[in-house]
């Protein structure tokens, strides 16, 4: 697509319930990333995906948060049992690659998740 | 996981005037800076980027100025326009996958 594409673009779910954001990167960018963002703060990266290698976890606050990307191409951020502090924006972005410097990583507009 | 949630800096500007917007980057093996914009209820949007072999960048009506010396990154803007209101990200790269962004600086542009 010409854009990253996030949905749904806002979710208002209970605490207890899981919740699945979608992202559909930009046509041939081979990684994508996860970021949090809550309200007024910065970026916070969760997880790291870089064609078939395995995903950089690193960032996922505990083991409730998941990700997966199948095909090289869709990726799907599941959070189990979610709690009233995982109200965020998750934002998804791609990049051609994650090799060089020089990649600048694009951004969707973001699934505004909301626990109540 | 990695945090930069900090409560964000304000720089309010009179519109028409000159906008610097700072960032104090960590890492000295970074090699590659960006900065974003990001508008209320959107996600980043890409506004310029620099390399570290660049001390200073131009665009339309933004320039980056890069000092690594002292590990510092400016986002200049003239003739700031009310629609420049956002919040304004520096952001590193350093050969590796991660790209670190900074907490963020909230631009008001008063008319």
């Known amino acids: 697509g010409a854009g990253v594409s996030q949905s749904p673009s806002n979710k208002v779910t209970e605490k207890g319930k899981d919740v699945e954001l979608r992202c559909d990167p930009i046509?041939?960018?081979?990684?994508l990333y996860w970021y949090r963002q809550s309200l007024g703060q910065g970026l916070e990266f969760l997880i790291y995906f870089q064609g078939n290698s395995a995903p950089d976890k690193s960032g996922l606050p505990s083991d409730r948060f998941s990700a997966e990307r199948t095909g090289g191409s869709v990726s799907t951020l599941t959070i189990q049992r979610t709690q009233q502090e995982d109200s965020a924006v998750y934002l998804c972005a791609s990049s051609l690659s994650a090799g060089s410097s020089g990649n600048t990583i694009y951004f969707g507009e973001g699934s505004w998740l909301t626990v109540v | 996981g990695e945090s930069v949630g900090l409560h964000l800096p304000t720089l309010s500007v009179q519109e028409g005037d000159n906008s610097i917007i700072n960032c104090a980057y960590s890492?000295?093996?970074?090699?590659?800076f960006i900065w974003y914009k990001q508008e209320s209820g959107k996600g980043p949007q890409f506004i310029i980027d620099?390399?570290?072999?660049?001390d200073k960048r131009q665009g339309q009506r933004v320039t980056v100025l890069l000092n690594k010396t002292v590990k510092h990154l400016s986002l200049q803007i003239a003739a700031t326009q009310p629609g420049d209101s956002a919040v304004y990200f520096c952001?590193?790269?350093?050969?590796?996958?991660?790209?670190?962004f900074g907490a963020g600086t909230r631009l008001f542009v008063k008319a």
């Open positions: 890492n000295s093996a970074s090699d590659y």
């Open positions: 952001a590193e790269k350093g050969g590796g996958f991660k790209t670190i």
């Open positions: 620099i390399r570290s072999n660049m």
């Open positions: 046509s041939g960018h081979t990684a």
